[in-house]
């Protein structure tokens, strides 16, 4: 009753006052107004269909900063006699402590921000409803509320009272608030940070200032341009099917900290409340007694300072503000010693190999399978296959890759084995040995969770390896100047977002070639410390039997896919260490003979529009290649690229590849599906015909990522694709110039400009200089040969060069490792007549840029046409002439667009030099 009483008068209080009404109207009106206006109106010309969690999103990024400042408009109050007579009158007769009157208002306060802060988020799902939005999950408007919104609010309305408590001024409130984050990461720094061993951050980045700065740049971005692109990808969040326990992990460790801190500043404030419990006996003064004034006034300050009269439960609010504040930095000081831990382990286990050889090359299995249950909660596998030894000599020990936080049992036939692990790396001792020829079944149990470890590590760059980042770390003497672990978060394999399981997260896998790291960076940007790929990848028949939960989706590589009853069953001859599977908690959006598709729960007609476009361009891939194999069946799953999937806003993610690609298994970026116009379907099949070619032969590992880019994007060009210009002219803006220059084999990620458009220009040239049959035949005679030893991109331009006649080293040294790229003109075109009554047209190809490049030139006249090859080096010029019988009329540059060069977009392709009849 008395807490219903401190609410009512609370609202009464604040609704009083401008400030909070501005403020409420400020939390409202700016998520709910200016995100739906925009969108709705500008919706005919967003080239994406937005989903529930994109709104959703909005309403988080752009409601946390007016939470904050409508927390300090709420709080702002003194909470004293003068502040509130009306309540001083109630809660006094109540006899309630100054800890219980100080502690009910805030409760007060806190119903009140709830109450305000709720309504966004029940607007939003009205205006989902009205515009026919089905929201199928109702937990990710609330957890994002309860775990986003209200940590904000809450957390500031008692540390903001507390100060203006303490103070007496809101002026003296905001410097503290301006300089006690400052004064409190000293603290921990000084205190803590040393007691502790680690860091401890006091995190209030999430508190959305930048939220709100972006959010209202990306509106006046889309009132400005609404015809471009870029600004509607930034809005789109993931719609995978939500997890609270994932998104408590992820933002769990910043808030806890931010609301012990709160509660334990907050536990002080009733000290300093200028009111007491009326509970003290008067002093009775007689009116004869000399100092009956001076006791008195006395009593007077006694009246009004003297402590509660009685313990009660409220009396400990202080010492459990202070104990929340510890149990928060115990919970992150766990999640940082779990995270340090791991971390360590993989560390020793990449830097110590000598331990650990790899298995030798002569022993493989010739067939496997695979059988057991998926679930959200662990696998339980069993694998069982027949292991064949082909070498020379006993071998004692089997080396395998093993997802690290997996539990595993091995049973080998006729053999003791003993196991031993570090991280992902498992090593088989045998007793008695392998004998040369000898064949035998191993059986492996599995069970757990597979899932890995994102280490919150910072190094030179983003790419910069995890022993380089980790080793970086621990080199620093100040735990202030680490990472704070306690930020790392773990990834499970299977969850309510998806399933992602690689061969290793569900069986051991015999590793070939060493796990020996590559030398220690010497220069900024060099990633060291790497652990290299495996050397061998052999093909086995493998068999898989494998069950998921009841209404979850998985596919595999070989194209196969669960049925109704999730259940798993696949018969294909693969690399088990490139063995993958996908899914989730999806829906089936077309099953038949050519394109299973499994998208998010209201994403399916979203995907049909895509599954059409693929299944065009599978009938038409049979002339991409003479000989090629058919493509029998892809299995298409929708996933989340985001770098964060549990955090409702997509920033970042969405600039990911559109598609990813493991064998006959495509996994669509969320985000593509999304867009109203179909993707590049002759891109996927060519990538899904290149990766099928390369199966023929073993690559090197090293070079197999160049192989498979080069291959896809020779496939795409040759399947024509829209996206993929056929000819070999590129053409960019200023900006992506930079790009162009890119070299296609030392690149240390994808760049979607090199391999979508660089690399087709290129095969186009290469095609021009040694003829269409020639390349052809090329390709095959490298395809062709025995994968002992693995083909490496040396050996496929030796090939080419040896059926086109023609040295091909500039052209590696310059456009495939280099950065060359030339920009080519016409100089000094004229035509004069000869005293024979010919005409003889000169001129000069110049290359402005860099490389060597051929180009040819055509010159007209009537009824003739002259074709010259003309090469130019880097930065230099080369003279043509031609002899014709009549006055020739036109030069063109390249008509063919079979010359590799750049031209800045808006020019014309073929340049054109027109002449003058008797000049």
Same mark, same amino acid.
């Given at each position: 009753?008395?807490?219903?009483?401190?609410?009512?008068?609370?609202?009464?209080?604040? #609704?009083?006052?401008?400030?909070?009404? #501005?403020?409420?109207?400020?939390?409202?009106?700016?998520?709910?107004?200016?995100?739906?206006?925009?969108?709705?109106?500008?919706?005919?010309?967003?080239?994406?269909?937005?989903?529930?969690?994109?709104?959703?999103?909005?309403?988080?990024?752009?409601?946390?900063?007016?939470?904050?400042?409508?927390?300090?408009?709420?709080?702002?109050?003194?909470?004293?006699?003068?502040? /509130?007579?009306?309540?001083?009158?109630?809660?006094?007769?109540?006899?309630?402590?100054?800890?219980?009157?100080?502690?009910?208002?805030?409760?007060?306060?806190?119903?009140?921000?709830?109450?305000?802060?709720?309504?966004?988020?029940?607007?939003?799902?009205?205006?989902?409803?009205?515009?026919?939005?089905?929201?199928?999950?109702?937990?990710?408007?609330?957890?994002?509320?309860?775990?986003?919104?209200?940590?904000?609010?809450?957390?500031?309305?008692?540390?903001?009272?507390?100060?203006?408590?303490?103070?007496?001024?809101?002026?003296?409130?905001?410097?503290?608030?301006?300089?006690?984050?400052?004064?409190?990461?000293?603290?921990?720094?000084?205190?803590?940070?040393?007691?502790?061993?680690?860091?401890?951050?006091?995190?209030?980045?999430?508190?959305?200032?930048?939220?709100?700065?972006?959010?209202?740049?990306?509106?006046?971005?889309?009132?400005?341009?609404?015809?471009?692109?870029?600004?509607?990808?930034?809005?789109?969040?993931?719609?995978?099917?939500?997890?609270?326990?994932?998104?408590?992990?992820?933002?769990?460790?910043?808030?806890?900290?931010?609301?012990?801190?709160?509660?334990?500043? !907050?536990?002080?404030?009733?000290? %300093?409340?200028?009111?007491?419990?009326?509970?003290?006996?008067?002093?009775?003064?007689?009116?004869?007694?000399?100092?009956?004034?001076?006791?008195?006034?006395?009593?007077?300050?006694?009246?009004?300072?003297?402590?509660?009269?009685?313990?009660?439960?409220?009396?400990?609010?202080?010492?459990?503000? *202070?104990?929340? %504040?510890? $149990?928060?930095?115990?919970?992150?000081?766990?999640?940082?010693?779990?995270?340090?831990?791991?971390?360590?382990?993989?560390?020793? !286990?990449?830097?110590?190999?000598?331990?650990?050889?790899?298995?030798?090359?002569?022993?493989?299995?010739?067939?496997?399978?695979?059988? /057991?249950?998926?679930?959200?909660?662990?696998?339980?596998?069993?694998?069982?296959?027949?292991?064949? +030894?082909?070498? =020379?000599?006993?071998?004692?020990?089997?080396?395998?890759?093993?997802?690290?936080?997996?539990?595993?049992?091995?049973?080998?036939?006729?053999?003791?084995?003993?196991?031993?692990?570090?991280?992902?790396?498992?090593?088989?001792?045998?007793?008695?040995?392998?004998?040369?020829?000898?064949?035998?079944? $191993?059986?492996?149990?599995?069970?757990?969770?597979?899932?890995?470890?994102?280490?919150?590590? +910072?190094?030179?760059?983003?790419?910069?390896?995890?022993?380089?980042?980790?080793?970086?770390?621990?080199?620093? !003497?100040?735990?202030?100047?680490?990472?704070?672990?306690?930020?790392?978060?773990?990834?499970? !394999?299977?969850?309510?977002?998806?399933?992602?399981?690689?061969?290793?997260?569900?069986?051991?896998?015999?590793?070939?070639?060493?796990?020996?790291?590559?030398?220690?960076?010497?220069?900024?940007?060099?990633?060291?410390?790497?652990?290299?790929?495996?050397?061998?990848?052999?093909?086995?028949?493998?068999?898989?039997?494998?069950?998921?939960?009841?209404?979850?989706?998985?596919?595999?590589?070989?194209?196969?896919?669960? =049925?109704?009853?999730?259940?798993?069953?696949?018969?294909?001859?693969?690399?088990?260490?490139?063995?993958? *599977?996908? /899914?989730?908690?999806?829906?089936?959006?077309?099953?038949?003979?050519?394109?299973?598709?499994?998208? #998010?729960?209201?994403?399916?007609?979203?995907?049909?529009?895509?599954?059409?476009?693929?299944?065009? $361009?599978?009938?038409?891939?049979?002339?991409?290649?003479?000989?090629?194999?058919?493509?029998?069946?892809?299995?298409?799953?929708?996933?989340?690229?985001?770098?964060?999937?549990?955090?409702?806003?997509?920033?970042?993610?969405?600039?990911?590849?559109?598609?990813?690609?493991?064998?006959?298994?495509?996994? #669509?970026?969320?985000?593509?599906?999304?867009?109203?116009?179909?993707?590049?379907?002759?891109?996927?099949?060519?990538?899904?015909?290149?990766?099928?070619?390369?199966?023929?032969?073993?690559?090197?590992?090293?070079?197999?990522?160049?192989?498979?880019?080069?291959?896809?994007?020779?496939?795409?060009?040759?399947?024509?694709?829209?996206?993929?210009?056929?000819?070999?002219?590129?053409?960019?803006?200023?900006?992506?110039?930079?790009?162009?220059?890119?070299?296609?084999?030392?690149?240390?990620?994808?760049?979607?400009?090199?391999?979508?458009?660089?690399?087709?220009?290129?095969?186009?040239?290469?095609?021009?200089?040694?003829?269409?049959?020639?390349?052809?035949?090329?390709?095959?005679? %490298?395809?062709?040969?025995?994968?002992?030893?693995?083909?490496?991109?040396?050996?496929?331009?030796?090939?080419?060069?040896?059926?086109?006649?023609?040295?091909?080293?500039?052209?590696?040294?310059?456009?495939?490792?280099?950065?060359?790229?030339?920009?080519?003109?016409?100089?000094?075109?004229?035509?004069?007549?000869?005293?024979?009554?010919?005409?003889?047209?000169?001129?000069?190809?110049?290359?402005?840029?860099?490389?060597?490049?051929?180009?040819?030139?055509?010159?007209?006249?009537?009824?003739?046409?002259?074709?010259?090859?003309?090469?130019?080096?880097?930065?230099?010029?080369?003279?043509?002439?031609?002899?014709?019988?009549?006055?020739?009329?036109?030069?063109?540059? =390249?008509?063919?667009?079979?010359?590799?060069?750049?031209?800045?977009?808006?020019?014309?392709?073929?340049?054109?030099?027109?002449?003058?009849?008797?000049?």
């Amino acid at each position: 009753m008395l807490l219903l009483r401190a609410i009512r008068f609370e609202a009464l209080l604040q #609704f009083r006052s401008l400030r909070f009404r #501005f403020g409420a109207l400020l939390c409202l009106a700016l998520p709910i107004l200016t995100p739906y206006g925009v969108l709705f109106l500008l919706q005919p010309h967003v080239p994406h269909t937005f989903g529930p969690s994109s709104y959703i999103t909005i309403v988080v990024d752009s409601l946390r900063f007016p939470t904050f400042i409508l927390a300090l408009v709420i709080a702002g109050n003194r909470t004293d006699i003068a502040g /509130g007579r009306e309540m001083w009158s109630v809660l006094s007769s109540a006899g309630i402590s100054n800890t219980g009157y100080f502690l009910r208002r805030c409760l007060a306060q806190i119903v009140l921000l709830t109450c305000l802060t709720a309504i966004p988020f029940i607007s939003v799902m009205g205006v989902l409803a009205a515009a026919g939005i089905r929201l199928d999950d109702p937990w990710r408007p609330l957890a994002s509320w309860l775990l986003l919104i209200l940590p904000v609010g809450c957390g500031f309305i008692l540390l903001w009272s507390a100060l203006v408590q303490i103070t007496g001024t809101e002026l003296g409130s905001l410097m503290i608030l301006a300089f006690g984050r400052g004064a409190a990461t000293y603290f921990l720094e000084k205190v803590v940070q040393p007691l502790l061993g680690s860091k401890i951050v006091l995190h209030l980045e999430w508190l959305g200032f930048q939220n709100l700065q972006y959010f209202l740049v990306r509106m006046i971005n889309l009132i400005r341009w609404p015809e471009d692109r870029f600004f509607y990808g930034d809005y789109l969040a993931t719609d995978v099917p939500f997890s609270v326990a994932q998104l408590a992990r992820l933002v769990l460790p910043s808030v806890a900290v931010f609301m012990g801190f709160s509660l334990a500043v !907050a536990s002080f404030a009733p000290f %300093f409340l200028r009111r007491t419990r009326r509970d003290l006996r008067p002093l009775v003064v007689s009116e004869n007694h000399p100092l009956r004034n001076m006791i008195r006034y006395v009593h007077q300050l006694r009246q009004r300072y003297s402590p509660d009269g009685a313990l009660s439960w409220e009396r400990f609010v202080g010492l459990a503000g *202070i104990t929340c %504040f510890a $149990a928060a930095i115990g919970y992150v000081e766990h999640k940082r010693v779990e995270a340090a831990g791991y971390a360590e382990q993989r560390y020793h !286990a990449e830097m110590q190999t000598e331990d650990f050889p790899p298995t030798p090359s002569t022993t493989r299995f010739v067939d496997w399978r695979v059988e /057991g249950d998926l679930a959200p909660s662990g696998i339980r596998i069993t694998s069982t296959g027949l292991l064949k +030894h082909d070498g =020379d000599e006993a071998l004692d020990f089997l080396a395998f890759s093993l997802n690290p936080f997996v539990r595993v049992s091995v049973q080998i036939e006729g053999r003791r084995t003993e196991v031993e692990r570090r991280w992902d790396r498992m090593r088989v001792s045998l007793d008695p040995a392998l004998e040369p020829g000898e064949e035998l079944t $191993a059986v492996f149990e599995v069970s757990g969770l597979p899932g890995q470890m994102e280490f919150d590590l +910072h190094g030179w760059r983003v790419n910069d390896s995890f022993a380089t980042r980790y080793e970086a770390m621990i080199e620093k !003497a100040y735990p202030s100047a680490r990472n704070d672990l306690s930020q790392s978060q773990w990834e499970p !394999a299977i969850s309510r977002s998806g399933i992602d399981l690689d061969s290793m997260d569900l069986t051991p896998v015999l590793r070939y070639g060493t796990w020996q790291l590559s030398p220690k960076p010497v220069y900024q940007g060099d990633p060291g410390y790497e652990v290299p790929e495996p050397s061998a990848f052999p093909l086995l028949d493998l068999s898989v039997d494998l069950r998921a939960p009841d209404g979850w989706f998985i596919g595999d590589i070989c194209g196969n896919a669960a =049925d109704r009853n999730g259940r798993l069953i696949a018969n294909c001859r693969s690399s088990l260490s490139r063995y993958r *599977i996908r /899914g989730g908690l999806h829906r089936i959006a077309q099953a038949d003979d050519q394109v299973v598709a499994a998208a #998010f729960p209201g994403h399916e007609p979203l995907m049909l529009r895509h599954v059409e476009s693929l299944q065009s $361009a599978i009938e038409l891939s049979g002339e991409a290649w003479p000989g090629a194999p058919a493509i029998e069946r892809l299995v298409v799953v929708e996933s989340s690229l985001s770098d964060n999937p549990w955090f409702p806003t997509g920033r970042g993610g969405w600039r990911a590849s559109q598609f990813q690609i493991d064998g006959r298994l495509i996994a #669509f970026n969320e985000s593509a599906v999304s867009l109203d116009r179909p993707m590049q379907s002759e891109q996927i099949v060519g990538a899904v015909m290149a990766r099928e070619l390369l199966r023929r032969r073993d690559l090197e590992p090293s070079e197999s990522w160049a192989f498979r880019n080069l291959f896809s994007a020779l496939m795409s060009r040759r399947m024509g694709s829209s996206q993929v210009r056929n000819g070999a002219t590129l053409t960019g803006n200023p900006n992506e110039e930079g790009q162009a220059r890119y070299p296609v084999l030392n690149l240390e990620h994808y760049v979607p400009f090199v391999f979508e458009q660089k690399v087709p220009a290129l095969w186009t040239y290469l095609e021009s200089l040694v003829g269409a049959d020639n390349l052809y035949a090329g390709v095959e005679d %490298f395809l062709s040969r025995p994968s002992d030893p693995p083909g490496t991109l040396a050996e496929l331009f030796n090939d080419i060069e040896r059926r086109g006649g023609l040295s091909l080293q500039i052209f590696e040294d310059s456009y495939l490792r280099g950065h060359a790229l030339p920009k080519l003109r016409l100089e000094d075109v004229q035509s004069r007549s000869q005293p024979n009554g010919r005409w003889r047209l000169t001129g000069k190809l110049r290359n402005t840029a860099t490389g060597e490049v051929t180009c040819p030139v055509v010159a007209k006249a009537e009824g003739q046409v002259i074709r010259e090859v003309v090469t130019v080096t880097t930065e230099s010029a080369t003279e043509f002439a031609f002899d014709f019988n009549f006055p020739p009329h036109t030069v063109q540059l =390249d008509p063919e667009d079979t010359c590799f060069r750049w031209v800045t977009r808006g020019r014309m392709r073929v340049e054109r030099v027109s002449l003058l009849a008797g000049r």
